[in-house]
């Protein structure tokens, strides 16, 4: 019975050390306790301060007429800039998507109009033009002494606006 007392004790105060100790690794550490509640630092006294301290005080914590009306006329002023600068910007957006729309129908036109010249290049026989020219209309090619060669200064072409005078 007396062994069996020693061994009870034994589980108890190995049960208590369980509580507040355990093992990490090959050491014991405690483990943490909850701290105390926060208290907060006692209130110190404050200074009395001076009438005209006061009176400075409520002076500077005061607004003036003057001063609220430039706030009220300021802040219309920055308003009214939103509101113009938003406008500017609907009318930018405006204008971009009809740039682009008349940019899309260009493409469209143009890719239309080289389908329709590629077409038309293509219904035209110019070898049959050709000889409808030499054998119904009695055309030819011209001869050297027919040729007539001008220097064209700063234009990269010739406009003739009446009949070329013969060589001399």
């Known amino acids: 019975m007396a062994n069996t007392r020693a061994?009870?004790?034994k589980t108890s105060v190995s049960r208590q050390t369980r509580d507040y100790y355990y093992t990490d690794g090959n050491t014991v550490r405690k483990v943490q306790?909850?701290?105390d509640r926060y208290s907060?630092?006692?209130r110190t006294k404050t200074k009395k301060?001076?009438?005209n301290a006061h009176k400075n005080r409520a002076k500077a914590l005061?607004?003036?007429r003057g001063y609220v009306m430039f706030l009220a006329v300021a802040s219309v002023a920055t308003l009214f800039m939103c509101v113009h600068f938003l406008q500017l910007k609907a009318t930018v957006?405006?204008?971009t998507k009809t740039i682009s729309s008349l940019e899309s129908q260009l493409n469209t036109l143009q890719s239309e109009n080289d389908a329709l010249y590629d077409q038309a290049l293509m219904s035209v026989n110019m070898d049959s033009?050709?000889?409808y020219a030499m054998t119904q209309l009695g055309m030819h090619y011209a001869s050297k002494d027919q040729i007539?060669?001008?220097?064209?200064?700063?234009?990269?072409?010739f406009r003739q606006y009446a009949s070329v005078p013969e060589a001399k």
């Open 129 to 131: 033009i050709k000889e």
């Open 33 to 35: 306790e909850v701290p």
């Open 40 to 42: 907060a630092p006692a």
């Open 7 to 9: 061994s009870r004790t």
């Open 62 to 64: 005061q607004t003036s």
């Open 93 to 95: 957006t405006n204008q």
């Open 49 to 51: 301060v001076s009438r």
């Open 148 to 157: 007539k060669w001008y220097s064209i200064t700063g234009e990269s072409y």
